[in-house]
Every structure is written in structure tokens, then in C-alpha cells.
């Protein structure tokens, strides 16, 4: 157990719609990191928050957005699902952002689009 | 871009075999490495990491070198046991973290 937890395990909803994704860091983590992994596109960094500011941003489409609270979770948000949205969306955190810095990974979300 | 390639799987082995799995990377300054294992149905796990050139990762058995006269960082094990059967990553950080494709390893008892 990574002590980074994310919610729902499982998501089925219809193209166009709109779902939350939400994950807890470790605690003492204040960096979190989104990920998409597909099998056509492998595991790609969408985004990345500090302390509730975004630090990086990597392939996130505009339709994606994301945000850290003051309690340093975190949610991501997607729009307009496509069928091509379809993937296990993890979640990171770690301590620092140095690229040092090892990254702790939640078992994941894994969306369905229909 | 920064980018890693790393050898294509499956690669299927028998208990106390040896392992390698070959990963080498494109990047501009001196990223860290790092080697990630998936079991099925559950997030990535760190298994090891390396931070500047010569330095070597090393955990469970498993151990690889940042070589940056070659750019590789090779993963590998004297003797693999059912347990290892997985995805493995490696992965690179400058910036942002970029990952391989994955190697699915099975290990045959």
C-alpha cells in the first residue's frame, strides 16, 4: 500500500459526459501528479500541482482540468468523454519536485466510455 | 524531447533464470532514472532509481547502472522467481516524468 488513495476504483459513463476523479496524497506529500495509461499511448504525465499551485503540465487535453485543495487533494476533471478516453488514470505525490524525487502511485481509476 | 526506449515484451523465462531488460534514453542535461514495477490490477511501485552517472539502483534482488557514455540504464536480476511476474517501466525525470512502453515479464516455475 502506497498510502496514496484514489476514488472511484472503477467509472462506466457515456461519451459527452463529465466525471471527477479524486485522489489523497501520501500524508506529508504535498506534490501530485496525473497520469493516463492506454495501451495505444502507453503512460503519459498530464499535470502536475505543488502546494495547490500547477508546476508542470505534460499532454493534458483542454478538455481535462485539475486542481489541489488546501487539504492537498486533488481531482481531475473530464469533460466531453470521448471513447478514446477510455484508460486507467493514476495519481502520484511526493514530497518534494525535484526530479529526485520518487513518486508514490495510487491503484488507479479505471474510466470506461460508452 | 526527453524520451525512453526500453525493449519490447513479452519476455517469458523459468524460475532462477537470468533477467535483463534493456532500457536506454534521449535527454537533454542529467535526468535521474528509475525502474517501476506494475502487478496486475495495482499502481506502479518504485523499485529502484539512480541519480547521477556510475550511480547504481539497487533492491530486491533487482539492480541497474546509469551509464550516460552509453544513455542506458539496464535492469537486471540473477535469478528470477514466480513473484517477479509483472510490467516493468523504466523511466527518466528532467522535468516531467517520461515512461517506456512496459516489458511484461512472466516467470515460469
Known amino acids: 500500500d502506497s498510502g496514496v488513495t484514489q476514488t472511484p476504483k472503477h467509472l462506466i459513463t457515456a461519451t459527452g459526459q463529465r466525471v471527477t476523479l479524486r485522489c489523497s496524497p501520501r500524508?506529508?506529500?504535498?506534490?501530485v501528479y496525473w497520469y493516463q495509461q492506454s495501451l495505444d499511448q502507453g503512460l503519459q504525465f498530464l499535470i502536475q500541482?505543488?502546494?495547490?499551485?500547477?508546476?508542470a503540465k505534460g499532454n493534458i487535453l483542454e478538455r481535462f482540468s485539475a486542481q489541489q485543495f488546501p487539504d492537498l487533494h486533488s481531482e481531475l476533471n473530464l469533460s466531453s468523454l470521448e471513447l478514446g478516453d477510455s484508460a486507467l488514470y493514476f495519481c502520484?505525490?511526493?514530497?518534494?519536485?525535484?526530479?529526485?524525487?520518487?513518486?508514490?502511485f495510487g491503484p488507479g481509476t479505471r474510466l470506461t466510455v460508452t | 524531447g526527453d524520451s525512453v526506449t526500453q525493449m519490447e515484451g513479452p519476455v517469458t523465462l523459468s524460475e532462477e533464470a537470468f533477467l535483463t531488460i534493456n532500457c536506454t534514453y534521449t535527454?537533454?542535461?542529467?535526468?535521474?532514472l528509475f525502474w517501476y514495477v506494475q502487478y496486475p490490477g495495482e499502481g506502479l511501485q518504485l523499485l529502484l532509481k539512480?541519480?547521477?552517472?556510475?550511480d547504481k539502483g539497487s533492491n530486491k534482488g533487482f539492480e541497474a547502472t546509469y551509464r550516460k557514455e552509453t544513455t542506458s540504464f539496464h535492469l537486471e536480476k540473477g535469478s528470477v522467481q514466480v513473484s517477479d511476474s509483472a510490467v516493468y517501466f523504466c523511466?527518466?525525470?528532467?522535468?516531467?516524468?517520461?515512461f517506456g512502453a512496459g516489458t511484461r515479464l512472466t516467470v515460469k516455475p
Open positions: 502520484a505525490s511526493s514530497v518534494g519536485t525535484g526530479k529526485e524525487t520518487e513518486q508514490y
Open positions: 500524508s506529508g506529500d504535498l506534490s
Open positions: 500541482y505543488y502546494n495547490g499551485e500547477e508546476r
Open positions: 535527454a537533454t542535461g542529467y535526468p535521474s
Open positions: 539512480a541519480t547521477k552517472a556510475d
Open positions: 523511466a527518466l525525470r528532467s522535468n516531467d516524468m517520461r
